[in-house]
């Protein structure tokens, strides 16, 4: 189906219909080979607390933006390449419903739909896009994704030391490895984490196991190039070996054929 309205003008009236909707703010969506599959509003959980969402769902990347005006302009555009992306189903709650999350490499969140139907739907067509989309490139499913964070209205105590109390003076922070709420003597410290390019804030906890494993791999590296090191010297040990009895053999000339400097055959 999605390949058929690849080139169909329903198709392209309907990506530059959200293109407008963004306006100058958002970027260019209609290019060759891209079809827009669905779209709809969904509940993103953000930092502070749920917030609808208009979302865009297409063959290759998943768009979505904050709501200015229903169905007529939205801003704050983000859009995430399918390739990245993960989906996991959550458990209903007594204050949550229809839930999945969202995993990408850089940035990972929980969204929900209006019915159990809608949940169903979005999921179905959003994995089905990411197959095609990995089946076409050769492409692997990433094992590598941003933690989700926790949100600030779910914890009232550092969620490290379990003491200190937030307040309009004593700041929230999140860990960007475990996505905990901590307080700030509980994340002091940063850490590359390959969903970044730069040290990121992590817990004291997070910032104790990722160095152990930091130096655990490290070791490991150490004792593969010893090792490898040490074969190469065994085998030039070996090689010195047999010189003696090799410099007793007759030496053959190498040859190299169609040289131009190759003897003809002398004739009888």
Avoid at 55 to 60: H, I, K, M, S, T
Avoid at 183 to 188: T, V
Avoid at 237 to 246: I, V
Wanted: hydrophobic residues 30%; positive net charge; glycine residues 4%.
């Amino acid at each position: 189906m999605v390949d058929r309205l690849v080139n169909s003008e329903a198709n392209a009236r309907r990506i530059q219909m959200v293109e407008s909707c963004f306006g100058a703010s958002g970027e260019q969506l209609l290019i060759p080979g891209r079809v827009l599959v669905g779209e709809g509003v969904l509940t993103k959980m953000c930092r502070k607390r749920p917030k609808p969402r208009q979302f865009f769902l297409f063959n290759d990347i998943l768009v979505y933006g904050n709501i200015v005006i229903g169905k007529k302009k939205y801003n704050k555009q983000h859009i995430i390449p399918l390739e990245e992306v993960q989906l996991q189903a959550l458990e209903d709650t007594p204050h949550t419903r229809n839930g999945w999350l969202i995993r990408t490499t850089t940035k990972s969140f929980a969204v929900y739909a209006a019915t159990s139907t809608e949940k169903q739907e979005w999921m179905a067509h959003i994995n089905k896009c990411i197959e095609d989309l990995l089946r076409k490139s050769g492409k692997k499913r990433s094992d590598q994704h941003a933690a989700v964070w926790v949100p600030d209205n779910e914890a009232s105590v550092c969620m490290c030391c379990k003491k200190t109390q937030f307040t309009l003076i004593i700041r929230r922070h999140h860990c960007r490895n475990c996505g905990a709420v901590v307080c700030g003597p509980c994340s002091p410290k940063k850490f590359l984490l390959p969903s970044s390019s730069k040290p990121q804030r992590v817990c004291l906890d997070c910032y104790d196991t990722l160095s152990s494993l930091n130096q655990q791999n490290k070791a490991n590296v150490n004792a593969a190039q010893m090792k490898a090191t040490n074969s190469a010297d065994d085998s030039d040990a070996s090689d010195g070996d047999d010189e003696e009895h090799d410099a007793n053999k007759t030496h053959d000339e190498p040859k190299f054929y169609g040289d131009a400097t190759e003897k003809a055959p002398e004739e009888k």
